[in-house]
């Protein structure tokens, strides 16, 4: 309900069938206007005329020739089943006319009245207009409305038919309306959706028919040609980079390496060398990992993506680190909650996970306690490596996350390990969090099951 109640086609369908609508009903309303009410100002026009042309009559010839000229008027046959007179004497008896009599003496006069009489036995809707001449003879004058209430109710049935149609019409077409423009915004979400999973080379679908979202798709196609060519750039550059470097590193070291192996190199040549085979080492390290980063950014190391058993990759990596951590006299400690399986990439969650437990045993300090923990969560897993070492200031926080940032320059290391589980965690849908252990760190991953 509220993707429909925040969704603008829904609010731009539902505004062209209200529109529909109303539209619908100020035509049946003029219709209404122009035929029962125009019909009804035609009969009290014929009624006032009938009224100024019988005051004449009284006026000239007389009360009685008023009479005869009633009778003449109820048998001529014009409008004779539909006319309504009356004329009473002053003493209030009837003279002429096709009522029985008159009991409403204090209605107004000379006014429009609707009024429901009996004319020859039956009830009768009419419009009658009453007069009263100076001896004090009343005059009633009407017209009974049956044929105006029947168009009025047939009228009334054609609108409540046109409107109930309209509508229908009005529904349907809000519907076809939002459908259509979700499928287009829908084929374009999906694309996106696919681009921004990994495919930069899917592009929108745009149709010949060169309307608004056509122009659109053309526009990001466009967008993403653009993007596409400068990520290219981008990553040629730094492959030739780390390609070209590589490469005369290695020969270096080889060199070097033979340099050693002779016999009769003297200790400062080989001190030196084996300084220079360090330093070698530690660029292409450096080189490996800037390379791996980008990758993981940019989102091309991203594999299709399969369950991964968290205990059995922790316990693998917990059993590699313990060597390492026995060197320093520190500890391991792994605790997994019941049979965890996080949505991923095994070898990108390993190395994510590799990165902090190498973290933790060099920034960690001399027998440092490192707590591994995996547990449950809502839709997820959390992953938890938790020092009690020197740990990182809180307002370091941020810029440890970075590349090539690190807190004490003194220590070994490329600072990029941070930047390389931040840069995982991201393709995987997940979320990175640094807290203060008080003592230490503590580093909370949270991953996807699905």
């Given at each position: 309900?509220?993707?429909?109640r925040?969704?603008?086609a ?45 005051e ?43 009522l ?58 054609a609108?409540a ?41 899917r ?12 122009r ?28 070209n ?167 070994k290391?490329?600072?990029l ?34």
């Amino acid at each position: 309900m509220s993707s429909i109640r925040y969704s603008i086609a829904f609010r731009l369908a539902l505004i062209c069938g209200g529109l529909v609508v109303a539209s619908v009903l100020l035509l049946c309303a003029t219709f209404y206007v122009g035929t029962v009410l125009v019909m009804a100002q035609n009969v009290d026009s014929r009624l006032f005329e009938i009224q100024g042309r019988f005051e004449k009559d009284v006026n000239e010839r007389g009360l009685f020739f008023l009479a005869n000229r009633i009778q003449q008027s109820l048998t001529d046959g014009v409008d004779s089943d539909t006319e309504i007179f009356l004329l009473l004497g002053p003493d209030r008896k009837k003279i002429a006319g096709n009522l029985n009599g008159w009991s409403n003496p204090t209605l107004p006069l000379d006014r429009i009245l609707d009024l429901q009489i009996v004319r020859n036995g039956q009830p009768s809707d009419s419009r009658v207009l009453i007069n009263r001449f100076q001896d004090g003879s009343l005059l009633v004058i009407g017209r009974d409305m049956k044929d105006l209430v029947a168009i009025r109710e047939l009228i009334g049935r054609a609108v409540a038919a046109g409107g109930a149609l309209s509508i229908l019409l009005a529904i349907l077409g809000t519907l076809l309306f939002r459908r259509e423009i979700e499928r287009r915004i829908g084929a374009i979400r999906m694309a996106t959706a696919d681009i921004e999973s990994g495919n930069l080379s899917r592009r929108i679908e745009v149709s010949d028919n060169p309307d608004e979202f056509g122009r659109l798709g053309a526009d990001i196609n466009r967008m993403l040609d653009t993007t596409q060519n400068l990520m290219n750039g981008v990553k040629h550059v730094s492959n030739t980079i780390a390609h070209n470097l590589r490469t005369p590193l290695g020969l270096i070291r080889g060199r070097l390496e033979q340099a050693l192996a002779a016999h009769n190199a003297d200790q400062t040549l080989s001190d030196s060398a084996q300084f220079a085979i360090e330093e070698i080492d530690s660029l292409i390290i450096i080189l490996e990992k800037l390379l791996q980063l980008a990758e993981t950014e940019s989102g091309t190391k991203r594999l299709p993506f399969a369950a991964v058993d968290i205990e059995e990759l922790l316990t693998d990596l917990t059993e590699l680190y313990d060597a390492f951590a026995e060197a320093q006299e520190a500890q391991i400690i792994l605790s997994i909650d019941g049979d965890l399986k996080a949505h991923g990439d095994k070898d990108l969650i390993s190395t994510m996970l590799a990165n902090l437990l190498d973290n933790a045993l060099k920034y960690g300090g001399h027998a440092v306690t490192i707590r591994v923990t995996a547990k449950a969560i809502d839709q997820g897993i959390a992953l938890i490596v938790q020092d009690d070492g020197p740990g990182v200031p809180v307002a370091e926080y941020a810029r440890v996350l970075l590349p090539f940032q690190r807190i004490d320059r003194a220590t070994k290391g490329s600072g990029l390990g941070l930047s390389i589980v931040a840069a995982i965690t991201e393709l995987h849908r997940g979320s990175l969090s640094l807290t203060a252990a008080n003592p230490g760190l503590c580093v909370t991953i949270l991953l996807p099951t699905s």
